[in-house]
């Protein structure tokens, strides 16, 4: 039993960062946007985290720092992807590498080559192994449903990534809408970085969000473009990489990369099996531009 | 702006190439000081490590640093025209990293059973060039198949792929390739009649091995055959023409379908002919999921996109940046900077032209 316990901790514990980042690109892409440096944007979150509460001694306010770092980054993502209508893949490309190269040089510069042995405040545990970013990723499910569902602003977001020829001759303004929403998606991955960091080894390492940015737009395409498909999806994710952990603590002869490879291939299916990809967002991935 | 552009006698392509090449070096030049200064790393120095990575000194000799750039030049190549092809055809597939690690896997896998049999070592290294970019060709057409069969974006399908490829290739070098003996977490290392022959005599350089390699030939070799293809063959117009208009392919009623899925494989296939020919090119020839998940597949977005997805321009670009990676390395080296720094550099200059081509689009659609 309690090995079962601490697996579904682990598990939720893994799901966390996953699940905060691809609720914010969920948001992102119903208003019509791939935000693909969404990794990039975890990467800013997880160094930001680390040098505000480096300088604050308060984790809480490294959160804050990666959630404003990452809307940063995101906010230029909009300004060429959003604004200038540029190929959405290739700025977000570009944003990966450029925060890449940016996070490496910064914390080579701040704390020398050997990043991992300076160590800041970690967020406190609330409960079990779990900082306030779990509950705060578990709340967002219900909360990102609820906007795009159930609220106006959502109607627009979902016009938006639509038909938004329509939505802009109804009024809204397309364009602030998916800056908006890409901002929202930023500050999200932004938190999510932080859980890496401040929430888990409250350190920084090169290249630390290691491919969590791209499980997080696996995670909206294999949860359908929905919030609880999301959940589900992040769940997956977790407990994967939490079996891989398990099955080494226990020595058991599992190839572990089997594992690891099992959630993308089963992302994979699902998209398969999807009829023609019909829940997607008509204009995902289509700039807009005003005629 | 119509007549204007028709009466301007036109500008021989050298000339223009030449022309481009110029402003962009000047313009990268111009970025990399920014990007130091803004760094706080001294400017001169940095530049001048740059130099010294890319093309040698002349107290240590130029021909060590020039064959290490150009052996780091030809993946990258192979990989941005891969992209070329790809995107050309409007596929926005980031997938070559899956297909380098896919083409070296079974290049490995290859080698493994062949050298079991007596066949002779210059054929096991053919069989491994035409199995590796077989496998490159599949993995990167099961992403054209799912876009034209079920309408998945190539986009989330090849991230997807890269990441399966990832695990699959650290799973089978763990296990079933691992290398026999000594305690490794790689495949086997390969005897140096399959290895790619070294082309400069270590005489020449104060009998220091240089990098260079056959590998470095056949992929130079490569990108003029992606030319032909895309400029001077039929189906190479449909590919250009699906990408640039589909509507227009559809009207003429060009087979969509299929020309999508053989670009995708084809674009498959030239990456991974990219991660052979590192393989068959490095010191060993011994594979880990380590040293091939790198950035290649991913730098080569950037080389190919200011190499305006034109197999000429991959090349220029994939040399300037070989030759800022090999920099930067010096940099590393010598003063504790970073060498992802270079990657500020890469992604500032897409910004810039991005930036630049999509504000003068914009004037252009607000002046008509």
New interface residues.
Partial sequence: MSILSAAIEGSITMAAPLLLASIGELVVQRSGV?N?GLEGLILTGALAAVLGTLNTHNPLIGVVCAAIAAGAVALLFAL?AVR????Q???G??????T???T??????VF??QSTFVSVEALPHLFANQTILTPLALTMVPAAWWLLNRTRSGLMIRAAGEQPAAADSSGISVLNLRTVAVLFGGVMAGIAGACLSVGDVPTFQ?GMSA?RG??A??IV?AGRWSAPGCLAAALVFGISEELEIQGQAMGLHI?H??L??VP??I??II??S?S??SK?PAA??IPY?KR | MQTEARTRRPVPAPVRIIALAAAYSAGLIVLLAVTFAMLRIPVPMALKQLWVGAVGSADEGHLYAISSTLVEMAPLMLAALSVCIAWRAGLFSIGAQGQILMGALAATATARIASAAPIPAPLITFMMLVTGVAAGAAWGALAGLMRVKRGVQEVISTIMLNYTALHIVSWLVLGPLRARGAYRTESDSLPDGILFARLIPSAWSDHIQTSLHAGVLLALFVCPLVYIYMFRTSAGFQLRVLGANDEAARTAHYPADRLKISAMALSGGVAALGGVIQLLGSATGSLSAASFSGNTGFTAIPAALLGGLHPAGAFVTSLFFAGLTQGCRNLEQNTGVSSVVIYVVQAAAVLAVVGIRAFRQRSETEAS
């Fill in positions: 791939v693909v060429f200038l209508a540029a190929n893949v290739v700025v490309v570009v944003i990966n590498l450029l890449l190269g940016l490496g040089t910064v914390s080579r510069a020398g080559a090169e491919g791209f499980i737009l696996a395409t190839p990369d089997i690891l490879a993308y291939v992302t994979l998209l398969l999807g023609h990809s997607a995902l991935g531009v």
